[in-house]
Each structure stands twice: as structure tokens, then as C-alpha cells.
């Protein structure tokens, strides 16, 4: 598959759940393909989608991993995978509210596994996470199941801890490092 079309396809997931992620949850579960079809072809694009259109989409979205298609007696179903939550993890992010408690990852990922150590890396920080330290960084955002899918999607969960603190002695540190960002 080229590159272009790489990008194309992740631009359209990214836009797709966008889109989910403003829509009620109960109204996501009950989803069907014929619904998911209906709702997209009115979906402000840069090229009108069509039935056809869209089926193809979804078959590329399929095909790279951003969804799985499920059969059940209701009929077809659309679930996104981590690979698409990870590529719009920023926007499910933001939707978490502070809560007063500090919230850290620690991890000492081999140098075999740099690869996903660097994607990982990436993750939390597009979660919010400021490092503090050389492997310690910080969020004030109840954000761990989100941490939890990074290190599982790129497999570093056994290298990553997650903290979740009510007082530090440097709090007034990290407070000031989320103000100025």
C-alpha cells in the first residue's frame, strides 16, 4: 500500500472517531454498518461519500487495523481498535477532567525494544504526561486506562508503572508545570 494512501486512511480514521467521540456512548453501542453508512454519507468531507465509497473505507480501515467488523444475529457491527484510539488518543485525553491527584509513569524499557520505547514515549505524551525526571513523568489527569492501552498496543506493559498520588513533596512543582503549559 503506498504511503499517500497510509495517510489518507489514518486522516479518515482520525476524522471518523472524532466524529464517534462526539456521539452518546449508549448510542455508539448499538451501532450497526447500515447506521454507520447512513451517518457517514452525511459526514462534511472533502469529497461527497458514497455507499460505495464508504463500504470501501471501511474495507481499508479493516484492512489497516483501525476497526474490526463483527457478525451477531443484529447484524454487522463497527468496534475501533487500539490502533485507532492510540492515533486520536490526544482527543480522549482532553475529555479526561483534573481531579486534584497526580498521576505518574515510570518505565526502564530495553534498548532491544527502542522501537516501541519511542512510540510509548509519544503516547503519554500526547496523553498530557510532563516528564519530571529522566524516566518520571506526571499528569494531573486520571488517564491510566489510557496508559494502559499505549503499553499494551506497543508491548511494554511489564516495563511501565503507573502511580496514582494524593500529596507529593513536589507538588507545588508539578503544579506549576501544568500552569505554564
Known amino acids: 500500500m503506498k504511503e499517500e494512501t497510509k495517510k489518507k486512511i489514518k486522516s479518515f480514521a482520525i ?7 462526539g456521539l452518546p456512548e ?4 448499538s451501532f450497526d454498518r447500515k447506521e454507520f453508512y447512513r451517518l457517514m454519507s452525511g459526514y462534511p468531507t472533502e469529497t461527497q461519500l458514497t455507499c460505495s465509497n464508504i463500504a470501501q473505507l471501511v474495507a481499508n480501515l479493516k484492512r489497516s487495523g483501525y476497526i474490526k467488523v463483527s457478525k451477531s444475529s ?4 463497527i468496534e475501533f481498535t487500539n490502533k485507532a484510539k492510540l492515533a486520536v488518543i ?13 498521576y505518574f509513569v515510570s518505565f526502564d524499557i530495553p534498548e532491544d525494544l527502542r522501537a516501541n520505547r519511542d512510540k510509548f514515549r509519544r503516547a503519554i505524551k500526547k496523553i498530557g504526561f510532563i516528564q519530571i525526571q529522566k524516566s518520571l513523568w506526571v499528569n494531573n489527569k486520571s488517564v491510566g486506562d489510557l496508559v494502559e492501552m499505549a503499553a499494551y498496543e506497543y508491548e511494554v506493559e511489564k516495563y511501565v508503572v503507573y502511580i496514582v498520588s494524593e500529596l507529593t513533596d513536589i507538588d507545588g512543582i508539578i503544579d506549576k508545570k501544568f500552569s505554564a503549559s
Do not use: Q, Y
Open 26 to 29: 449508549n448510542f455508539i453501542n
Open 15 to 21: 476524522e471518523v472517531l472524532d466524529f464517534f467521540l
Open 90 to 102: 490526544d482527543t480522549l485525553a482532553d475529555k479526561k477532567k483534573s481531579d486534584g491527584k497526580h
Open 74 to 77: 443484529r447484524g454487522e457491527s
